[in-house]
């Protein structure tokens, strides 16, 4: 009588566990599928292209430097504010005459300064990271103002800017265009910190156990400086990399990539079974709000109604997930 019950009562639990794991695997097939039957040009070569080169690349990257602050307990509103001050910065050092290994630099050292202020605060003051990051989103927004005469873009169209932007964003190696290399090499260097490092360690006990963390010796401070650094170098990477491929600089372009990240960090979530943000999981939350936001443009829909799909979308493949997983246990 004892065996023929538990087989039965463990069999749906075990199911709804396996279920809720690929919950955003079967999202990203659904969406696929739906948008290429919906239309005639998302699966074409040109569209998939793109997709890749113009959304999922940028968007990638911010969101890999925002699994590192997630991972480690905390959050980071001003990755717009890396991201457009580093191509700010970027931008005016390329307009002034310097040379694009100097314009890289520079604006690389803005997001760093982001990163840096964000642990300064955290660190000393002891503020709380999403308080802290949000002052900081804040500040950077004002500076980015009053240094563009109220938000004026910055637009370089002169024959001699072409070289460095074209050096980023319109080679390629080997047939790969430059930026899918970036986002490759960015995410080996990732996913090698945080699942096959001590600092991913260190990472893992802050986010899981941070009153543990601080007894067992870590030096939380150092370990929460290099996790904001990281992200904000991430979003600066992001920054050159837009600008590049524009050629020029629109003030508060970065805040469209805030939600997008921390969405795709939070989808990918699903796939772990500790619910921990992982690389893969936040890449595979990457392609699906990108696939969302392409389709929907094809589909005819505005901006605002790709945010009512991407909210809807958000909702199903976490709400299932976290659902299915909550029943059974």
Known sequence: MSAETTTPSRMPRM?????????????FAAVVIFFTLATDTFMTGENLFNLVSN???????VALGMTIVIGAGGIDLS????????????????????????????????AFGVGLLNALLINKLKINPFLATL?????????QQLSTQGGVPIYLTRAEFAAPFDAIARSALLGVPTPVIVLLVAIVVVWLA????????????????PEVAWYSGIR??????????????????????????????????GDAFLLDAIGATFIGTALSAERRPSVIGTLLG????????????????????????????????????FGLRKRSE
């Open 135 to 143: 002052g900081v989103l804040f500040i950077g927004k004002s500076v």
């Open 55 to 61: 959304k999922i690349v940028l968007l990638a990257i």
């Open 79 to 110: 990755v717009g504010v890396a991201i457009d001050l580093s191509s700010m910065c970027f931008i005016m050092l390329i307009a002034a005459g310097y040379t694009g290994f100097i314009g890289i630099a520079g604006g690389l050292a803005a």
């Open 220 to 253: 939380v401070p150092l370990v929460l400086t290099a996790v904001f650094v990281s992200c904000s170098l991430l979003s600066g990477v992001t920054g050159i990399l837009l600008s590049s491929t524009v050629r020029s600089y629109v003030p508060l372009a």
């Open 15 to 27: 199911t709804l566990e396996a279920f809720s794991n690929v919950a955003v695997l079967l999202a």
């Open 194 to 209: 945080l699942h096959r490092s001590v600092f991913g360690r260190y990472v893992s006990a802050l986010g899981a156990t």
């Open 286 to 321: 990457v392609a699906l709000l990108a696939v969302m936001r392409n389709g929907l443009l094809l589909m005819g829909f505005n901006f605002f109604w790709q945010q009512v799909g991407i909210g809807i979308l958000v909702f199903l493949v976490l709400g299932l997930s």
